[in-house]
């Protein structure tokens, strides 16, 4: 239900930039993940697209993290100089489950 709202926020926040995107990234990130509607994840996932993904790594929010991890897999050049930072994640279970998913 109003995934028409979600996803139109989530293009507005993409079309402002980095600046409004990062105190809703929280939020955008769980929508990414977890949103039932295709749609609205992709929306969520292109405006934290707005933001670096190695940033994100040190969230204290599991959806940042996820989001980061995801992202980096899916770039290996960004992914590399992050190597060393992506196995000590491994050390901490929550966040090794989300290195593990992706």
């Known amino acids: 239900k109003f995934h028409g709202v979600r ?17 809703a990234s929280e939020v955008l990130a769980r929508l990414a993940k977890d949103d039932p509607n295709e749609g609205v994840r992709k929306a969520a996932s292109g405006a934290l697209g707005r933001l670096e993904p190695a ?3 040190k969230s204290d929010d599991y959806s940042m993290r996820y989001w980061a991890v995801s992202t980096l897999a899916g770039d290996a050049s960004a992914a590399e100089p992050r190597a060393a930072e992506l196995a000590g994640m491994l050390q901490d279970p ?9």
């Open 55 to 57: 940033d994100a790594l």
């Open 7 to 23: 996803a139109a926020a989530a293009l507005a926040l993409a079309g402002l930039g980095a600046d409004e995107v990062r105190p």
């Open 94 to 102: 929550e966040t090794a489950r989300c290195l593990l998913a992706v």
